[in-house]
């Protein structure tokens, strides 16, 4: 390891950051020669996805010519009767600071899937001491929080919850005691009386628009 300066560090080896497993983070920020990524990925739909260090451009990297989402505001319908709220994302830019921050939630999509288990390589990136938890984002009410690490929750904390599957669809989880969550990912929740409104809509600039009913979805 060199030592840059009395907080910042690289590190002359790589290091793994998989989906299947909890990641190791240091107290200081540290550049590593290479991350070895291990995460699914799909071609046609978006996946959310919450990485631990930051991604200044996408050439060079295995998720080159990926659309790369963040959360960028949740507005209520204004048409009368329309009990609905619009989760709106626009494209990360990677231009003038615009890029993927490490710990922060985001979709994307890639040009060519990965399947479970593929192992990606990023080569000199840089971990901040963000911890294990990843952050959140937050607009009138809904959050989109980062997931770096597997997490199991009980039937009574997902209830509040929502999860992006395939076809861009958000979907809450119901018919289990408890539910395990593989990291490298994000999740919505919904607060105060925002979590009465019907029908939540996402909103892509491709113009893919879903939606979810808050209702009680035995089994899925």
Same mark, same amino acid.
Not at 86 to 93: A, C, H, Q
Not at 148 to 163: H, M, Q, R, V, Y
Not at 186 to 193: K, M
């Given at each position: 390891?060199?030592?840059?300066?009395?907080?910042?560090?690289?590190?002359?080896?790589?290091?793994?950051?998989?989906?299947?497993?909890?990641? @190791?983070?240091?107290?200081?920020?540290?550049?590593?020669?290479?991350?070895?990524?291990?995460?699914?990925?799909? *071609? %046609?739909?978006?996946?959310?996805?919450?990485?631990?260090?930051?991604?200044?451009?996408?050439?060079?990297?295995?998720?080159?010519?990926?659309?790369?989402?963040?959360? $960028?505001?949740?507005? *209520?319908?204004?048409?009368?009767?329309?009990?609905?709220?619009?989760? @709106?994302?626009?494209?990360? @830019?990677?231009?003038?600071? *615009?890029?993927?921050?490490?710990?922060?939630?985001?979709?994307?999509?890639?040009?060519?899937?990965?399947?479970?288990?593929?192992?990606?390589?990023?080569?000199?990136?840089?971990?901040?001491?963000?911890?294990?938890?990843?952050?959140?984002?937050? #607009?009138?009410?809904?959050?989109?929080?980062?997931?770096?690490?597997?997490?199991?929750?009980?039937?009574?904390?997902?209830?509040?919850?929502?999860?992006?599957?395939? $076809?861009?669809?958000?979907?809450?989880? #119901?018919?289990?005691?408890?539910?395990?969550?593989?990291?490298?990912?994000? #999740?919505?929740?919904?607060?105060? *009386?925002?979590?009465? @409104?019907?029908?939540?809509?996402?909103?892509?600039?491709?113009?893919?628009?879903?939606?979810?009913?808050? %209702?009680?979805?035995?089994?899925?």
């Amino acid at each position: 390891i060199e030592m840059v300066s009395d907080r910042t560090r690289t590190a002359h080896f790589g290091i793994d950051v998989w989906e299947t497993k909890s990641i @190791t983070q240091t107290n200081e920020e540290m550049t590593f020669k290479g991350v070895f990524v291990q995460r699914e990925l799909d *071609d %046609v739909s978006y996946s959310t996805i919450c990485l631990p260090f930051n991604l200044t451009t996408l050439e060079g990297t295995p998720y080159e010519g990926a659309s790369v989402l963040k959360f $960028d505001k949740a507005e *209520d319908s204004d048409v009368a009767g329309d009990n609905r709220t619009f989760l @709106t994302f626009k494209e990360v @830019t990677f231009t003038n600071g *615009d890029i993927m921050e490490a710990g922060k939630p985001y979709l994307i999509k890639v040009n060519t899937p990965i399947a479970k288990g593929a192992e990606k390589i990023f080569k000199n990136v840089t971990c901040p001491p963000i911890g294990t938890q990843g952050q959140s984002v937050t #607009y009138n009410g809904v959050t989109f929080h980062g997931l770096l690490n597997p997490a199991t929750f009980s039937k009574a904390e997902i209830k509040d919850k929502l999860f992006l599957t395939a $076809d861009n669809r958000l979907v809450s989880l #119901y018919g289990q005691n408890e539910f395990t969550i593989n990291g490298l990912r994000g #999740y919505f929740t919904v607060s105060g *009386d925002i979590a009465k @409104t019907a029908e939540f809509v996402l909103n892509l600039p491709e113009k893919v628009v879903t939606s979810t009913p808050m %209702v009680n979805m035995a089994d899925t």
